[in-house]
């Protein structure tokens, strides 16, 4: 990938472009990287019937959309959030990856992975959470694992 610089005194805050021809998992990458090195410690919002808390990435350990609401799992406990899982892909940066259409997991909390059945596999995290990734996810996944 190439890199290019422009230094000019009219520019008050830095910001970057991408320019490619596809957005691939690689250009999501650096992207992320870009925005966690800028953005300091994200924070997300989620509620718990009317109360609302604040959640660092690292608490998080799944956001699952059901029923057309997105849930997101802590270690413990699960909240509803306002915001869709595209945002939160965006948000949340490289150490979160969707496992399928409505599924995206934080690597950090990976316990194990089963086979099942028609080729998808089962993901299971450190609190208890499981899910299945989907067959369109797994190429990515097993590129993560090293298989």
Partial sequence: MKVEINISEE???PYAV????????????VAA???DSTAGSNIITVSDNERFFV????EI???RVENEKTIVYSQTKKY?????LHEF????????????KSVLVNLKYLDCVEPSIGGMMLLILKNG?????SRKYLPAFKKYLGI
């Fill in 11 to 13: 520019i008050n805050e």
């Fill in 18 to 29: 991408i320019y490619t021809n596809e957005e691939n998992a690689e250009i999501k990458r």
């Fill in 33 to 35: 990287l870009i925005e």
């Fill in 55 to 58: 959640l660092r990435p690292d």
């Fill in 61 to 63: 350990y799944m956001i």
């Fill in 80 to 84: 509803s959030s306002g915001k869709r």
């Fill in 89 to 100: 892909e965006n948000l949340l940066g490289n150490s979160f990856m969707r496992i399928s």
């Fill in 129 to 133: 959470c499981k899910d299945y990734i």
